[in-house]
C-alpha cells in the first residue's frame, strides 16, 4: 500500500455549535484502520472530543482522509464496542459520555505526584556504587531474587501447592503426579518453539563470550527494552519508551520492586476479591494491611475501593480467577479515584495476549494520563515459566527508585536470555508464536466450555469468558455436592483441579473451580473432564 499523507481535518461538531480541528497522520504504512482508531481515541482522552459531540459521518470522514468508507467505519465500530462512542439512529455517531475527566494534555509531566518511599528516594540519589549506577538504564540485563517471605496468613491459601509452577492458588488442589493436570498458571510446553530458542540463545551466549565482563545495568538489556516498549505499544496501547521499561524476573518480582518503593509498614493496599493470591501474600509480607475489594461483572467495583489505599492492585485485561474484563467505565472510575486519592495503581496484564472473541481492551496505562499506572507484565505465560522474563513500565518519578530497588535485590542477572528475547521479538518470532498457540488454546477453551455448559450444568456455571488459559465455573446454586470433596477425590481419580475458594480472601468464600488448560494435553480433555464429572456425580 502506497504511503498517505498526513491528513488535516475541520469539522463542525455537536450542534454545529463549535469548530474543532485535530489531524488524523497516515503518513508511512500500515493499518489505516488503526491509525484512525488511535488519533479518534487519543482525541477522547485528550478532551479535544467532549463528551456527547457529534463525529463527522463515516462518508465524509472517509471523502476528506482518501479511504475507503468501510476502513473509518472499522475504526468506528472498535470505538464503539470499547465505549467510547455511541451510535444514535438518524442522529450519528456521538463520544460516549465516559468521565475521563482525569485526562490532562499530551505533553504534561507524567506522574509528577506519584512519590516513592523517602529511604528510597534517599537511596536512589546515593553515592554510585562500583560497577554500576542505581538509576542507571545500562545495556545489560536486569535480575534480582525472587520476593522474600510470603507466608500465609490466616485463612488464606499458600503459594506451593498448586499452579503447575506458575503461581496458582492451591486450595486442595495440589496435583503432583496428574495424569489430567486442569491447574491454572502454565503454558503448555509442547508448543514453546525450542529450536528456534536454541538458535537465538546460541547465538547471545557465542557473543556474551566476546563481550564485556562488567556489571550491566539494573534497568535490563538495552535491545529488550526498546522491543518490549515497541511490543506492548503494538498489541496493548502502552505508552512507553525504552528509558521507561524495567526487566524483571517475571511479574512477581515486579510486583516485589513496586511494593518495595512504595510501601510503608502500615499502608493499605486494595486487591481483587477474589484475586491473585501471591501478590496479596507479597504485599502482607512488606507490612501492608491488605484490604480485598469485591468483583463483578464489570470488574473491580471502585466504589469500595478504601480512600486511605496506598496502592491498587489490578487485573482488567482478563481478571484473576473469574476472567473478566474490566469496563472503560470501571477503567475511568479506577483512573479517577487514583488522581483523587494519591494513589498507585499496579495492572498486571497477564496472558493478555490469547484472545478468542472480539478485540481486547486496551491497556489501563494506555488511559492513564496523570501517570498513576505502573504496567507490569510477563512472558511466563506465552513462552515457558522456565525463562523468568517480565518487566515493568512505570512513571518517571519511580524508575530512579526502581532502578536502585532493582540493584539491590541482586543487580542483574543472564544478559544471553534477555538478549535472545529481544531478537525473538523483533524478528517477529513472538507474534506469529501467539498466533498459533492463540489457535491450539481457543480450541481448548471451546471444548471446556461446551462440556461445563453440557455435562456439568447440575453442578457448575462457566463464567463467561474469552481470553487466556483457564476459566472459572460457580458452584450452581442448587448444586447439592461439597467443591473440596470432588477435588480431593479427583486428585485420587489422576485429576487435578483448583478450588475458586482458593482465590478468596477474607471475604466469605466462592463455590467454584478455575480449570487450566495450558497444562492439559488436547488428547486428555476428554478423559479428564469424563473423570472429574465422575467425581460431582458421586463425590463420596
Excluded at 91 to 102: D, K
Excluded at 132 to 140: F, P
Excluded at 164 to 186: E, H, K, L, Q, W
Excluded at 385 to 414: K, N
Aim: proline content about 7%; charged content about 25%; aromatic content about 6%.
Amino acid at each position: 500500500m502506497a504511503a498517505c499523507k498526513v491528513q488535516y481535518l475541520s469539522y463542525r461538531l455537536g450542534q454545529w455549535r463549535r469548530r474543532m480541528d485535530f489531524h488524523v497522520g497516515l503518513t508511512g504504512r500500515g493499518d489505516l484502520t488503526a491509525r484512525i482508531y488511535r488519533e479518534l481515541r487519543e482525541a477522547v482522552l485528550d478532551g479535544r472530543l467532549r463528551p456527547g459531540e457529534r463525529l463527522p459521518p463515516t462518508r465524509e470522514l472517509a471523502r476528506r482522509l482518501g479511504v475507503a468508507r468501510n476502513t473509518v467505519a472499522a475504526a468506528y465500530d472498535r470505538l464503539s464496542a470499547e465505549g467510547f462512542l455511541t451510535g444514535r439512529v438518524g442522529s450519528g455517531t456521538f463520544v460516549c459520555a465516559q468521565p475521563l475527566t482525569h485526562a490532562r494534555p499530551r505533553n504534561a509531566p507524567p506522574g509528577a505526584g506519584v512519590r516513592p518511599r523517602a529511604v528510597w528516594e534517599a537511596i536512589a540519589a546515593g553515592p554510585v556504587p562500583a560497577g554500576g549506577s542505581a538509576g542507571g538504564t545500562g545495556s545489560g540485563d536486569a535480575a534480582g531474587t525472587r520476593p522474600g517471605s510470603t507466608e500465609p496468613g490466616d485463612g488464606e491459601a499458600g503459594i506451593g501447592g498448586g499452579g503447575g509452577g506458575g503461581g496458582g492458588a492451591s486450595g486442595g488442589g495440589g496435583g503432583g503426579g496428574a495424569v489430567y493436570d486442569f491447574r491454572v498458571g502454565s503454558p503448555d510446553p509442547a508448543l514453546f518453539p525450542l529450536e528456534t530458542w536454541r538458535r537465538l540463545l546460541t547465538r547471545e551466549l557465542r557473543r556474551s563470550a566476546l563481550g564485556s565482563a562488567e556489571y550491566a545495568g539494573p534497568a535490563g538489556h538495552a535491545g529488550l527494552r526498546e522491543a518490549i516498549a515497541r511490543h506492548t505499544g503494538a498489541s496493548r496501547a502502552v505508552r512507553a519508551g525504552a528509558d521507561d521499561v524495567i526487566v524483571t524476573q517475571g511479574a512477581q518480582q515486579a510486583l516485589d520492586l513496586v511494593g518495595r518503593v512504595l510501601i510503608e509498614p502500615g499502608d493499605r493496599v486494595a486487591v481483587e476479591e477474589p484475586g491473585y493470591p501471591p501478590a496479596r501474600l507479597l504485599f502482607r509480607s512488606l507490612g501492608a494491611r491488605v484490604t480485598g475489594v469485591p468483583v463483578d461483572a464489570e470488574g473491580l467495583r471502585v466504589a469500595d475501593l478504601p480512600d486511605d489505599a496506598r496502592l491498587v492492585y489490578v487485573t482488567p485485561s482478563h481478571q484473576f480467577p473469574l476472567g473478566t474484563p474490566m469496563s472503560l467505565a470501571r477503567r475511568a472510575a479506577l483512573l479517577e479515584w487514583a488522581e483523587r486519592n494519591d494513589a498507585v495503581v499496579i495492572e498486571d496484564d497477564y496472558d493478555s495476549e490469547y484472545r478468542f472473541a472480539g478485540r481486547p481492551l486496551d491497556a489501563l496505562q494506555g488511559l492513564d494520563r496523570c501517570g498513576r499506572v505502573v504496567y507490569a507484565g510477563s512472558f511466563s505465560k506465552t513462552l515457558l515459566p522456565a525463562l523468568r522474563l517480565g518487566f515493568l513500565i512505570a512513571p518517571a518519578s519511580l524508575r530512579p527508585a526502581l532502578h536502585a530497588a532493582r540493584m539491590l535485590t541482586g543487580w542483574h542477572g543472564d544478559p544471553a536470555p534477555q538478549a535472545a528475547l529481544a531478537g525473538f521479538i523483533e524478528e517477529g518470532l513472538l507474534a506469529r508464536h501467539v498466533r498459533r498457540t492463540t489457535r491450539e488454546y481457543a480450541g481448548r477453551h471451546a471444548r471446556i466450555t461446551a462440556a461445563l455448559r453440557d455435562r456439568f450444568a447440575d453442578w457448575l456455571r462457566p463464567v463467561p469468558s474469552a481470553a487466556g488459559l483457564h476459566l472459572c465455573a460457580r458452584l450452581a446454586p442448587d448444586a447439592r455436592v461439597e467443591v473440596d470433596r470432588v477435588i480431593a477425590r479427583a486428585r485420587g481419580a489422576g485429576v487435578a483441579v483448583e478450588s475458586l475458594a482458593a482465590y478468596c480472601g477474607e471475604s466469605p468464600a466462592q463455590a467454584g473451580l478455575v480449570i487450566g488448560y495450558g497444562g492439559v494435553r488436547p488428547a486428555g480433555i476428554e478423559e479428564g473432564l469424563r473423570r472429574l464429572a465422575r467425581c460431582f456425580a458421586d463425590p463420596a
